[in-house]
Every structure is written in structure tokens, then in C-alpha cells.
């Protein structure tokens, strides 16, 4: 096939029923192809794809003074759609994609709480990310809703969220959250079980909702890529690359290929130390500490360098619109080739054990099982994904550069169990260690910095980022004075949630914790 | 068995002096706290986390604190899972509106005598965030704050100054 031919397959199968769809500017969100459809046929064309095997990516609404130009997005192996319509306020309805799209579901009703569309058919239409600091009438993204709001003083406690019910002898619930007993994020869990078994697990998300798209709206360049960074502050780089990589496609700015480099390094340090700290959090939620000190240790050291060579234990405000911050200190590129060998050896005792100590296999081998249909149909990206048989990285698939020219090697594993998410993890981190390397041998010489654009009216870009948690996708719209007219990072925690609740089917409550941590979607990343 | 062993010695103790809590230290921290009530936490102190709305990058380095460079637990301070067992709360994050209740229902589990620390920009100004429709902005805001950690976020060296001031140990 060639490039356009799976789209004009697409374009004819849409014709057959009678869909009739036009591609408006087809390259003013590339990589992204535009169809433009009318509204009545919006769950067909969803219909088509998911008959074709096409994955959801995310769903948002750019809200206009008449109407809201809606946007849902299908990926297809390495190419991807972006359906569009226009939903007219006068009627704000869509059909809903989540009957043929259970990765929908929640991104819809996050839509319906804060644009006000209504989704047609949604198999659960009730709020989501809604609790009580606004009311149902209010729609915080519609333009003539102050960022202040007009809520209540003190926002009460949510009550009447419509959780499914099981009923049944010896059926119970346990009821967790948002504060949870530990150092996290706050949620609330709705578990039944009968004995130990969990029959159910209901998530109820939106406590983080810190109001990010609608205070994006009006924000020059360099704060948006700042507030990018605090979208999940454990993705900092990749939500900060994918923000600006989304600003310097709407202004078609090329950025010197040494920022672009050292970027990708970033990255790929941001995956390691992720991985670390959860492959030692996985171990530990079994009761195996040692580990956990072990990987603790070494997340310690690389953050350090982090520090002593980019000036932020967590690289935020690194990555920068039009390159970065700072540059990597001439020295630099010595101490992080000896990093990278320290690390492989030290890594490597380590691991050992995690591959083949029996207590270990004796919690994680087969407990928190995905199958990989349902990895497909919920839309997950990431390690979730590559450990349950699909494994799509975008450094590989669609690759952006540098990674264009860089060999990526992605783990393909098919159990989908806790073990082979935590065996992902550890062959991610040899990965990125090899990609370490071969960034500081192609490593360019010149400027990181360079000064974006002053954007045309409306410009709009789409970034796409693999982080270590998955794929980001992210829209940036600007106004007519170059600020931010509309901001959307959807972070992969979206689809990773609904896997949580899909996984956790049958094991018992006490593995629980080392489930979630083995899949470690983020709160904050989510509730946006 | 012996590998894990071997593992170990060959890691030793890495674990560092505390840092110096000098006065400039705390002053930087913005403590005015009572030393009456500090003095009485001093050998054990248990904290209850609330993440009130953070980015979670606050609590990546809250969790650094446990690793073995900085091992708080060593100066009798520990993590506990309830507000009823713990002598201070550590609230990260602005207030999201959505967590306001929690946290106000957290503070008055606590028995008394209790302090709060805020930790990170957002839970001491909001932040990036500020108050808005979604967020009540710094944890002031919501529930008195006696100690405050700046830093986004903070690092764990920041983190352990600040903690071992509220509790007034000066060693
Ligand atoms: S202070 Fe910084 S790291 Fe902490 S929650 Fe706020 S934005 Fe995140």
C-alpha cells in the first residue's frame, strides 16, 4: 500500500454506507490526516474503524462562538485519522463512540462536563470529571465561563455518584479514597469482592482536576510548555516535548537538530528513572523491600545527575518552545557514557533476582492478567500494551526525529500479567541505555535554542510523544494574538484505568496494590 | 539468598549526614511555629501525606526520602496511613476544589497536638495553578498551615530540612 491508499480504502468503505467525508487542509495537523464529516455520521465512521481494527485515541472539543468543532482520533498501525465535525450549540448532541469504543467512555463524559455535548447512546452518560465545584449547567470550557467560576465558596464532598451495584450472598464492598494510605495520588476505588476474590472494581477519578485546559486558555508559549510539565510531573519532559513539538508544528519551526537530540536524552532518562522507582515499588508492594532499595538507590544517583547536569532532579522546565533550556555541559557527554556502563553493570545483579526468585514469581506470575483484545479495545499504549502482545511505540512506528535515525528495539511480550509488565520495564531500561548511547555518538554540534515564531492566526499542531507510560498526544490551537486559544495533552493514564478495572477481575484484594503499581496511570495526568 | 546477600554488602551504607537546619535554613522555610509544641514530637513524629491536588512530581521526591541516601525513618519520623495516628500532615499540591473536603476532613481526624507542613509551590502559593473554578489555590487557603517547604518540588534535601525544623530538631 501506498501512503494514501489505507485512507482511500477507509474513504471508500465510508462511501459504500453512504458517509460522505471531505479532508479539509489534509496537512495542517500532520502527521494527522483530517476527515471532516457531518455529525449524523459521526458513529458510523467510528463503527467502520473499529470493524477495520483501528484504535481510539482520544477525543476533545475546540468550543466557537456558534459551535464546537469536535475531534476524535483512530490510529491505524502507524497512521492515524482525525475525524472532525461541528456540533452546533443550538443542539449540542454526538452520538457516542463508546459502543464500539470502550476506550470512549470516559473521555466523552470529560468532554460533556466541561464543553456541555451531550453523547447520544453512551452506555453510562452521567458525570465524570464533574464532582461539585461546578454545576451541571456550567461548562468550564465554554468561552464565557470565568476562570473564576461561580461555584460555591467551600466545594462539598462529592455524594450521589451512580456506582454500579453487585448484589448476591456474601457479595461486599470496599469502598477506598480519594486519601489513600501511602504517598499518592488521591482517587477513590470501589471494590466487590466475595471473601477475598474482587468481582468488581469501579474507579471514580476527577479529584486532581486542577482546571489545566481552561488555564492554558490565554497563556504565551513558554508558560504553556511550563504547565505542560505539570500535567504529570513523572512525564515532565515528554508532556513539556509534546506541548512544544504541538507549537512548533502550528508554526512550522524547524528546531536545531542538537535540542532535538538531547531531548530524546531526556526522555529516555525520564523512562529510566520511572522504570526504576516502579520496578522497585512493584517488588516492594510484594513484601520483597530489597529491591525496592536496591532501584531506589539507583533512581537516587540518575536523578542526581539530572541535577548536577541539567539543573533539575526531575528535568522539569528543560525542554523549552524551540529547543531547550539549557545545553548539555561539555563535559558532560563523558560522565553520562560512564553513567550508562555503571548503570548496565549495576542493573544487572539486580535484575537477576527479579527475573528468578521464587517468592517473587509466586506473586506476580500471573496475577493482573490483560488479554491482549482487550489491551486492543480499551486503547492501551505503553508497557500495559507491550506486555499483553501489542507493541506499538511511536519512537519505532511513526517515528519524529531524532528517532527517525535511531534503531529503537521495543519488548514484545504476550502474558500480560504483573511479571511480564515489570520484564517490559526492565528491557526498556537496557533499551533506552542503548539509545543513550547512540545519542551521544550522533550527538550534533550547535545551538539548543531558537526562538519560535510569531504564530498566524488559528494555527493549530498536534505533538506526539512516546513516554515512558505510553503515547501522548497533545493539541495546541493558538488565537489571533499569538497566545494559547486551546490546550489538550491527553496523557495514555486515560486508557490505562479502565485496564486497571479489566485486569484486577478475579485476583483477590490484597494483590490489589501491586496491580496497580504495575500498570501506574496517573491521577493528575487523567483529571487534567 | 546469597546473591541478595552478596548484593547487599557490595551496596554498604550509603546513608549521608542529615543537613544543617541553621537559622537562615529556617527562616528561608517560613517557620513560626511554636517551640513548646515542636519539642514534644521530638524522637517520633508521624506524618499522614495528603496529595490535595498535586502534578505528583512532589511526591516522587517525598518518596526520595525513603531512599536509602536520605532514610528519614532514622530520625523517628515515618509515614502513616492514618490521620488518626499521625502527628503532622504534609499536604502537597494547590487545593484542587475537588479535594477541598478530604482535606479538611483529614486535618480534623488528626488529634491535637498537630502541625501542617505544606510542601512544594502549589501547596505553598498554588503555584502554577492558583485559585481558579477548579482550584482553591495554596493549602492556606483551606487549613492553617504552620510550616512551608517552597520548591517545585521540592528536593529531599529541602524536604528534610523542612520537616526536621517543624519538629525542632536542630542536631
Ligand atoms: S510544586 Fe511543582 S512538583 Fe509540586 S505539585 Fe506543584 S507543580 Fe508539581
Known amino acids: ?528 | 539468598m546469597l546473591r541478595i546477600l552478596r548484593q547487599i554488602g557490595r551496596t554498604g551504607v550509603l546513608t549521608e549526614a542529615p543537613p544543617a537546619t541553621d537559622d537562615a535554613a529556617l527562616e528561608a522555610a517560613g517557620i513560626e511555629l511554636r517551640r513548646t509544641l515542636s519539642s514534644r514530637f521530638r524522637g517520633s513524629f508521624a506524618i499522614r501525606h495528603v496529595d490535595a491536588g498535586s502534578c505528583n512530581g512532589c511526591e516522587l521526591e517525598i518518596h526520595a526520602l525513603n531512599n536509602p541516601y536520605y532514610d528519614l525513618e532514622r530520625f523517628g519520623v515515618h509515614f502513616v496511613a492514618s490521620p488518626r495516628h499521625a502527628d503532622g500532615l504534609l499536604i502537597t499540591g494547590p487545593v484542587s476544589r475537588h479535594m477541598e473536603t478530604a482535606l479538611r476532613r483529614t486535618w480534623r481526624a488528626m488529634p491535637a497536638p498537630k502541625i501542617a507542613i505544606s510542601a512544594g509551590e502549589c501547596a505553598c502559593t498554588g503555584g502554577m495553578f492558583g485559585v481558579s473554578y477548579a482550584s482553591c489555590g495554596r493549602a492556606d487557603n483551606v487549613i492553617p498551615i504552620d510550616v512551608r517547604i517552597p520548591g517545585c518540588p521540592p528536593t529531599p534535601t529541602r524536604l528534610l530540612q523542612g520537616i526536621l525544623a517543624a519538629i525542632g530538631d536542630q542536631r
Open chain 1, 1 to 528: 500500500m501506498t501512503d494514501r491508499d489505507w485512507l482511500l480504502e477507509y474513504r471508500r468503505r465510508l462511501g459504500e454506507e453512504g458517509v460522505s467525508c471531505s479532508a479539509p487542509d489534509p496537512d495542517t495537523l500532520a502527521p494527522v490526516v483530517r476527515l471532516s464529516l457531518a455529525a449524523q455520521d459521526w458513529r458510523r465512521a467510528a463503527e467502520m474503524a473499529a470493524a477495520l481494527g483501528w484504535r481510539w485515541a482520544g477525543i476533545w472539543g475546540d468550543p466557537g462562538p456558534e459551535d464546537c468543532l469536535v475531534r476524535a482520533c483512530l490510529v491505524h498501525d502507524d497512521r492515524r485519522v482525525l475525524l472532525e465535525t461541528r456540533v452546533p450549540w443550538s443542539e449540542p448532541v454526538l452520538d457516542s463512540h463508546a459502543r464500539c469504543y470502550p476506550a470512549a467512555d470516559r473521555m466523552e463524559r470529560h468532554a460533556q462536563d466541561l464543553l456541555g455535548i451531550t453523547f447520544h447512546d453512551h452506555p453510562h452518560g452521567h458525570r465524570w470529571t464533574r464532582h461539585r465545584a461546578w454545576r451541571e449547567q456550567d461548562h468550564p470550557l465554554a468561552p464565557d465561563f470565568p476562570v473564576h467560576g461561580h461555584g460555591p465558596k467551600r466545594t462539598p464532598a462529592d455524594t450521589n455518584y451512580p456506582f454500579v451495584r453487585i448484589q448476591g450472598s456474601g457479595v461486599y464492598e470496599i469502598p477506598v479514597g480519594p486519601v489513600h494510605a501511602g504517598i499518592i495520588e488521591p482517587g477513590h476505588f470501589r471494590f466487590q469482592a466475595v471473601g477475598e476474590e474482587v468481582l468488581r472494581l469501579e474507579t471514580r477519578l476527577g479529584y486532581v482536576h486542577k482546571g489545566i485546559e481552561k488555564i492554558a486558555v490565554g497563556t504565551e508559549p513558554a508558560a504553556l510548555a511550563r504547565l505542560a510539565g505539570r500535567v504529570s510531573g513523572d512525564s515532565t519532559v515528554v508532556h513539556a516535548w509534546a506541548a512544544c513539538q504541538a507549537m512548533e508544528r502550528a508554526t512550522d519551526h524547524g528546531v536545531p537538530a542538537r535540542a532535538l537530540h538531547l531531548r530524546a536524552l531526556l526522555a529516555e532518562r525520564e523512562r529510566i528513572a520511572n522504570h526504576l522507582g516502579d520496578i522497585g515499588a512493584i517488588c516492594n508492594d510484594v513484601g520483597f523491600a530489597f529491591v525496592h532499595m536496591q532501584c531506589a538507590r539507583l533512581r537516587e544517583q540518575w536523578q542526581r545527575r539530572n541535577h548536577e547536569l541539567f539543573g533539575h532532579r526531575l528535568l522539569m522546565d528543560v525542554v523549552a518552545p524551540g529547543g531547550l533550556a539549557c545545553d548539555l555541559p561539555a563535559d558532560g557527554i563523558d560522565t553520562l557514557r560512564a553513567d550508562h556502563q555503571v548503570l548496565r553493570q549495576d542493573v544487572e545483579p539486580i535484575f537477576a533476582i527479579v527475573d528468578d526468585h521464587p517468592s517473587l514469581d509466586d506473586r506476580l506470575l500471573g496475577t493482573g492478567r490483560l488479554s491482549r483484545e482487550d489491551a486492543r479495545m480499551l486503547g492501551c499504549t505503553g508497557y500495559v500494551a507491550k506486555a499483553s502482545g501489542l507493541s506499538f511505540d511511536l519512537r519505532r512506528d511513526q517515528p519524529y526525529p531524532p528517532y527517525d535515525r535511531l534503531r529503537v528495539t521495543v519488548p514484545d511480550l504476550q502474558e500480560g500479567d504483573v511479571a511480564s509488565r515489570v520484564r517490559v520495564r526492565m528491557e526498556e531500561i537496557h533499551a533506552s541505555l542503548d539509545l543513550l548511547d547512540q545519542l551521544l555518538d550522533t550527538l550534533p554540534p550547535g545551538e539548543v535554542a531558537s526562538d519560535l515564531p510569531r504564530p498566524a492566526p488559528d494555527a493549530q499542531g498536534i505533538g506526539l510523544i512516546e513516554g515512558w507510560r505510553g503515547e501522548i498526544m497533545t493539541y495546541v490551537r493558538f488565537d489571533q494574538t499569538g497566545r494559547i486559544a486551546r490546550f489538550f495533552p491527553r496523557d495514555p493514564s486515560w486508557f490505562l484505568w479502565p485496564a486497571l478495572e479489566r485486569l484486577i477481575h478475579d485476583n483477590i484484594v490484597p494483590d490489589f496494590p501491586v496491580c496497580n503499581k504495575s500498570v501506574n496511570g496517573s491521577y493528575s495526568g487523567h483529571d487534567l
